[in-house]
């Protein structure tokens, strides 16, 4: 039996989840794919996880989401191929607006192909597809506590 000022291991974890659920929370993350499958994928998991998740098809519709939460928006997400303009096209133009604004490329081309698209391997976080849910929230993790920015 505890008394009043006694606490157990399963009483202080909560708070230190809530403490981490806050602290996602705050992030917001513009998802940007053209292939369904992989756009609700990705966005599921990191909903999942507490992310507040904007989705969009392509760049046009990525470019109106951005302008709608008036560039609060702390990650860009994006397949490198896109419909219209290119991932890294479109993440030099949101940072025109949001210049601390973080982003993660996903492709299925390897990454020497991508490299072709205006990313600098080695200068960009990159994930390839097909990716698993660790895969993703790990990359999203350690590029959203990064202080570096990505080159583009």
Aim: net charge negative; charged share 25%; aromatic share 6%.
């Amino acid at each position: 039996m505890l008394n009043a000022t006694q606490t157990t291991a399963d009483e202080i974890q909560p708070a230190i989840d809530l403490c981490d659920s806050l602290s996602i929370a705050r992030n917001t993350i513009l998802v940007v794919e053209d292939e369904a499958f992989v756009r609700e994928a990705a966005c599921d998991i990191l909903e999942g996880e507490g992310y507040r998740v904007l989705r969009a098809r392509n760049a046009a519709e990525a470019q109106a989401a951005f302008r709608r939460q008036q560039g609060g928006v702390q990650l860009l997400l994006s397949d490198v191929v896109l419909p219209g303009q290119n991932g890294p096209a479109l993440a030099k133009e949101l940072r025109a607006a949001r210049p601390a604004l973080k982003a993660i490329f996903i492709s299925g081309y390897p990454e020497n192909t991508v490299t072709r698209y205006g990313l600098t391997a080695g200068q960009m976080s990159y994930l390839p597809k097909p990716f698993s849910a660790e895969s993703l929230l790990g990359k999203v993790r350690q590029v959203l506590e990064s202080e570096e920015k990505v080159f583009l």
